[in-house]
């Protein structure tokens, strides 16, 4: 930066060439309809039908074998979803890892600004398959200063989707706690957190004489854009229908 662009700056008055040159663009006015969402729940809790609610076209990264018997029925019912399978095996670690992160980076630019869903399916598993990619069978000697490449790959994926002006449903697995058996945690890459805009748990309640049929219920459990929303309850049946354009809706008005 010159001399005289030093002063114009310091004194607020650089032009729109010289602020586009340095990196900058406008503040947009208008809060993109779309949501960037952590999903968290063990098994069976309806995590990928959730998911599978989101604005068509869905692109919708499988890497477990859980889905059988719930993307069919969204399918059959006319929902445009597009599967990725991202299986890989100790042969093909690396390349599958880099054809899977070339998937993701197109996809987003070719449907840059279109409304669309990107599901992962789930984060947790993403998270160990890039593990392997980068250190295959030597994960008992990985320095922690080490991984500092897959969390690189790792918010690469989310900037790409959050870039392209998407929907992304981010599902994660929840076990017990290696501390404590009885509290469950995500399992995974827990700083997933920092780039969503809604923290979104699962729950099911089994039946009971009161209430015949098992119920799934979503809470809120952070919000960026609305902190009234945090501990709102979704249940299909319900005011707030556990669904994303529901979701979406309360979010942003």
């Known amino acids: 930066m010159q001399h005289g662009e030093l002063l114009a700056a310091k004194n607020g008055m650089m032009?729109?060439?010289?602020?586009?040159?340095?990196g900058f663009t406008p503040a947009r006015t208008e809060v993109r309809r779309r949501l960037l969402c952590q999903v968290a729940a063990p098994k069976g809790f309806g995590k990928t039908t959730f998911a599978l609610t989101g604005p068509e076209p869905i692109y919708y990264y499988k890497l477990e074998t859980g889905d059988e018997g719930v993307v069919e029925p969204f399918a059959a019912a006319g929902r445009e979803i597009y599967t990725y399978r991202a299986y890989y095996n100790r042969a093909n670690w690396k390349e599958?890892?880099?054809k899977f992160l070339d998937s993701?980076?197109?996809t987003c630019l070719e449907m840059k600004d279109k409304p669309c869903t990107f599901v992962f399916d789930t984060m947790s598993e993403v998270y160990e398959f890039g593990r392997m990619a980068h250190f295959g069978g030597r994960l008992s000697q990985v320095v922690p200063r080490e991984y500092g490449v897959i969390y690189a790959d790792m918010r690469e994926i989310i900037r790409n989707v959050e870039a392209c002006g998407a929907s992304g449903i981010f599902i994660?697995?929840?076990?017990p706690s290696f501390d404590n058996k009885a509290v469950l945690e995500v399992k995974g890459w827990d700083d997933i957190k920092w780039d969503m805009q809604v923290l979104l748990s699962l729950h099911r309640v089994d039946a009971t004489p009161e209430y015949p049929g098992i119920r799934y219920i979503g809470r809120v459990d952070?919000?960026?854009?609305?902190?009234r929303l945090v501990g709102t309850q979704l249940e299909n049946g319900g005011q707030d229908p556990l669904?994303?354009?529901?979701l979406m809706r309360i979010v942003h008005g």
């Open 222 to 227: 952070e919000c960026r854009q609305n902190g």
């Open 243 to 246: 669904n994303i354009e529901h």
């Open 15 to 22: 032009d729109p060439a010289t602020i586009q040159r340095l």
């Open 104 to 106: 993701i980076a197109y």
């Open 172 to 175: 994660q697995k929840m076990g």
């Open 96 to 98: 599958e890892w880099t």
